[in-house]
């Protein structure tokens, strides 16, 4: 089993900056990639990034190309998710997940392990 944990949520202005961390215990080493999926009120879990554990292949939705940034540290066993020029459209739940094996990183049910949602809310 994989345990994560999120956090780093919070509301911020528009254009405003936060960064997300996930850490993950348990048996890491069975990781192969890592993301973040989020979920607005109202509207179905979308995809956001992902990180291939292995090589640091990155993968992100076109809403937050080149605004958001993922990365990890690999000692210790920690992904980020840096979010730029955040918009209100960004507001929403952010979920970390992790999967010993994806074929399509953008597609939910790939995922095996979920950390809790942490809260990001950007005002106009």
């Known amino acids: 089993q994989v345990q994560l944990v999120a956090s780093g949520g919070g509301l911020v202005k528009d254009g405003g900056s936060l960064r997300l961390s996930c850490a993950a215990t348990?048996?890491?080493?069975?990781?192969?990639?890592m993301g973040w999926f989020r979920q607005a009120p109202g509207r179905e879990r979308e995809f956001v990034a992902a990180?291939?554990?292995?090589?640091?292949?990155?993968f992100y939705s076109d809403s937050v190309k080149g605004r958001f940034t993922i990365s990890r540290d690999d000692a210790k066993n920690t992904q980020y998710l840096e979010m730029n020029s955040l918009k209100p459209e960004d507001t929403a739940v952010y979920s970390c997940?992790?999967?010993?094996?994806?074929?399509?990183?953008?597609?939910?049910?790939?995922?095996?392990?979920w950390g809790q949602g942490t809260q990001v809310t950007v005002s106009s």
């Open positions: 997940a992790a999967a010993p094996y994806t074929v399509d990183e953008t597609i939910e049910n790939g995922y095996r392990y």
């Open positions: 348990g048996r890491t080493a069975e990781i192969y990639t």
């Open positions: 990180i291939r554990w292995s090589g640091g292949r990155t």
